[in-house]
């Protein structure tokens, strides 16, 4: 059974930070596509940025130079680190999972077999 647990939600002032980590457990290779969605409640769920298993990054173009996406494979823990938030920042966020290393799923989050059950952030003005 493969779990994924986000932590590191909150409530902070524009421009504030916040650290989100997603652990992952259960029969999954370290060796697999991560990624980090967002969703505001009625509306749909978007990609965030991803860490294929080769290394490559990818970012939504609303987060490009403000998130930065790591891992320790070690831990088996996916981090997102955001700064400079914004009040459309906020939304759950979740962290999914792909066995298949290369992400051909991309920034879409149809498809990606493994979801955690989401860290609520909120961004004040």
């Known amino acids: 059974q493969v779990q994924l647990v986000e932590s590191g939600g909150g409530s902070v002032q524009a421009g504030g930070s916040l650290r989100l980590s997603c652990e992952t457990s259960g029969y999954i290779s370290r060796s697999v596509c991560k990624a980090w969605f967002r969703q505001v409640s009625g509306k749909e769920r978007e990609g965030v940025a991803l860490?294929?298993?080769?290394?490559?990054?990818r970012y939504a173009d609303s987060v490009k130079g403000r998130f930065t996406i790591s891992r320790d494979n070690a831990k088996s823990t996916v981090y997102l680190e955001m700064n400079s938030l914004k009040p459309e920042d906020t939304a759950m966020y979740y962290c999914a999972a792909d066995y298949l290393g290369h992400c051909p799923r991309g920034l879409a989050p149809g498809g990606y077999p493994y979801w955690g059950q989401g860290t609520q952030v909120t961004v004040s003005s």
């Open positions: 860490f294929t298993s080769d290394g490559e990054i």
